[in-house]
């Protein structure tokens, strides 16, 4: 051990461990690639005004959680707690909204940092892949973006998660709700902080955890009770077309999300095996936010999707995920010009797809064997003078142990063919 560690609330994505996380980040992706999503990547840390503005200033990730530094410049930074509001200011910036195909339709993945108090799947850098979908009010695209989590989660095998969905309404409607949740909410016995969270946004406290807050809510005005007539036509067609599409959802009266900028279509995937930290992704739509930030009006709605926890979700569900081999071959060279000779086969092998690795270090022949059955590759490629000598090598199939020689210049062919 070193004298430093990883920060607290963070920790290091290593191998073999690694390769779920890559492969979960490849099955969020890979409903986007299909639905016609780009990629877009933007900076690790931004304007802090931007998340204050864009994310809210009443918010726990602005008020206690950002990263904040001033630069040697004097540009006050932060880092990107989340995806969606860089990613929107990085739509505007390029113009891609005018392009004259809307909705703008992009994706990201990337990490998130957030200084919360660390426990079980609440970290302070983790890792996101979101969607976005900027420019377009459309109920079949808030569905597009449900389906899209849906089934990634389901191709990962996931099975035990539930689908919340609410509507938060919109300028028209949801003036009058909060009007009438907070003269509900001022007559409570609540703490000073969150009298004050009433003033600046009552619907958050809907969203507060603690069973004491709770136990006072049952009774409080509910959104469903004010949307206004377009608000709950649109709220409508997304429940049918999630319905059509085969996907399970619960209404939640409640589901109000962390963000200021959510309107109408409200969603989170929880797991029913994480405990507290149950949320594994979340979204809806912000028709304001653009807005917010100095850009035209822009309807969008996107979703973030929480790598670390879902691979915390797979676990507690037991399911292991289908990964190739880190390493299919494995070369043990015996003396000096077997080395040359393998080394140049292992080159091959790699060039033609084929994961090999090499008894680097001038290895014995036993610990040589340790490391090839360690490696977890199916067959080992063993050479000395003698089978040089005779044109051949020697491979062994480390699952059954047989052993018998190959002609040199066969090998690889014979390797591929024994691996397909
Ligand atoms: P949010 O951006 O807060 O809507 O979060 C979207 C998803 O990101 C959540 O559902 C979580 O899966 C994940 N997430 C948010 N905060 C954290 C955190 N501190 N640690 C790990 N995952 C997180």
Aim: charged share 25%; net charge negative; aromatic share 8%.
């Amino acid at each position: 051990m070193s004298t430093f560690q990883a920060p607290k609330g963070t920790y290091d994505l290593i191998p073999p461990q690694s390769a779920v996380h890559l492969k979960v980040r490849e099955a969020f992706a890979a409903p986007l690639k299909a639905a016609g999503y780009g990629y877009i990547e933007t900076p690790a840390f931004e304007d802090v005004a931007l998340f204050s503005r864009g994310v809210g200033e009443s918010t726990d990730i602005v008020t206690k959680e950002m990263y904040v530094f001033e630069t040697k410049g004097g540009t006050r930074l932060a880092l990107r707690p989340e995806g969606t509001a860089s990613t929107v200011r990085a739509v505007l910036e390029a113009g891609l909204h005018k392009a004259g195909n809307l909705p703008v339709k992009v994706w990201y993945s990337g990490s998130q940092y957030r200084y919360e108090r660390p426990q079980k799947g609440r970290y302070r850098h983790f890792w996101q892949v979101g969607a976005e979908a900027v420019g377009a009010e459309d109920p079949a695209l808030d569905a597009e973006m449900i389906i899209m989590a849906d089934d990634a989660y389901k191709s990962l095998g996931l099975r035990q998660y539930r689908i919340l969905l609410n509507s938060l309404g919109d300028k028209e409607c949801r003036p009058a709700y909060r009007t009438a949740l907070q003269e509900f909410l001022r007559g409570l016995d609540l703490d000073e902080e969150t009298r004050r969270r009433i003033e600046i946004n009552p619907l958050r406290v809907l969203d507060d955890k603690r069973a004491e807050v709770q136990k006072q809510l049952t009774g409080a005005p509910l959104m469903r009770d004010h949307l206004c007539e377009a608000c709950k036509a649109y709220h409508e067609q997304v429940r049918e077309l999630l319905t059509a599409a085969g996907v399970a959802f619960e209404d939640d009266d409640r589901l109000v999300r962390g963000l200021d900028y959510y309107t109408r279509t409200t969603f989170e995937f929880v797991h029913g095996g994480l405990g507290s930290q149950s949320a594994v992704g979340g979204g809806g739509r912000y028709d304001g936010l653009s807005e917010m930030i100095g850009g035209p009006a822009l309807p969008s709605v996107g979703w973030a999707l929480g790598v670390d926890r879902t691979v915390l979700a797979l676990e507690a569900e037991g399911i292991e995920l289908d990964l190739p081999a880190a390493t299919q071959v494995y070369a043990v060279p015996l003396g000096d010009e077997a080395r040359r000779r393998l080394f140049g086969l292992v080159t091959e092998l790699r060039r033609e797809g084929v994961a090999t690795d090499f008894a680097f270090g001038g290895k014995g022949m036993k610990n040589a064997m340790k490391s090839a059955n360690r490696s977890g590759a199916r067959f080992a490629l063993i050479a000395g003078e003698r089978d040089l000598a005779e044109g051949v090598v020697q491979v062994k199939d480390l699952e059954s142990g047989e052993q018998g020689p190959v002609a040199l210049d066969a090998v690889v062919a014979e390797l591929r063919a024994r691996l397909a």
